[in-house]
T-cell receptor, first 113, second 112 residues
Framework: DAGVIQSPRHEVTEMGQEVTLRCKPISGHDYLFWYRQTMMRGLELLIYFNNNVPIDDSGMPEDRFSAKMPNASFSTLKIQPSEPRDSAVYFC???????????FGQGTRLTVV | DQQVKQNSPSLRVQEGRISILNCDYTNSMFDYFLWYKKYPAEGPTFLISISSIKDKNEDGRFTVFLNKSAKHLSLHIVPSQPGDSAVYFCAAWAGNTGKLIFGQGTTLQVKP
């Protein structure tokens, strides 16, 4: 397996635009997590899915953020409208069950100008 | 509310010496703990883990210690090598919710 795949690697957008980040988890993994890396909070959990169902989205900072997982091999994180303070690195990770290691993608570096 | 805390943003150690990275947590429902290593422009990679039923786990130069009564874990790297220079994240699984929560990270610099 190629591991967790995120796209794009880099995204530069203007304030107010819609941004969509994409993630393909490892095949067979049943948990998918979206994180945002910031200096203050480290890896901040935004939302996670189990068997394609969103379980906890309490980490999503605002209603401008939304995430979907239409099938076991694809998830999106959308920001609409984007703001400069959303600039960060966003990571997707997947696991095969709980209490085990999570595998991370290489991240998407988002810059909102 | 930061449930997993790494209070030291950075640590500098001489090559060959021991590196000790610390992590505190607040949720007593956390039952599995992990350490990750992250290089710039890459995703975090798994290093070592420990179940809450153990107090120590060792893998080569890396040892993780868990003190449940103090809600504290630490990662020991002996001997430290320049290639260990990276950001280290502590993480915990919450058994009652299925959440995997990370700390703020500690940047380790190992000087040759």
């Amino acid at each position: 397996d190629a591991g967790v795949i995120q796209s794009p690697r880099h995204e530069v957008t203007e304030m107010g635009q819609e941004v969509t980040l994409r993630c393909k988890p490892i095949s067979g993994h049943d948990y998918l997590f979206w994180y945002r890396q910031t200096m203050m909070r480290g890896l901040e959990l935004l939302i996670y899915f189990n068997n394609n169902v969103p379980i906890d989205d309490s980490g999503m900072p605002e209603d401008r953020f939304s995430a979907k997982m239409p099938n076991a091999s694809f998830s999106t994180l959308k920001i609409q409208p984007s703001e400069p303070r959303d600039s960060a690195v966003y990571f997707c990770a997947s696991t095969n069950g709980r209490n085990t290691e999570a595998f991370f993608g290489q991240g998407t570096r988002l810059t909102v100008v | 509310d930061q449930q997993v805390k790494q209070n030291s943003p950075s640590l500098r150690v001489q090559e060959g010496r021991i590196s000790i990275l610390n992590c505190d947590y607040t949720n007593s429902m956390f039952d599995y703990f992990l350490w990750y290593k992250k290089y710039p422009a890459e995703g975090p990679t798994f290093l070592i883990s420990i179940s809450s039923i153990k107090d120590k786990n060792e893998d080569g130069r890396f040892t993780v210690f868990l003190n449940k009564s103090a809600k504290h874990l630490s990662l020991h790297i002996v001997p430290s090598q320049p290639g260990d220079s990276a950001v280290y994240f502590c993480a915990a699984w919450a058994g009652n919710t299925g959440k995997l929560i990370f700390g703020q990270g500690t940047t380790l610099q190992v000087k040759p």
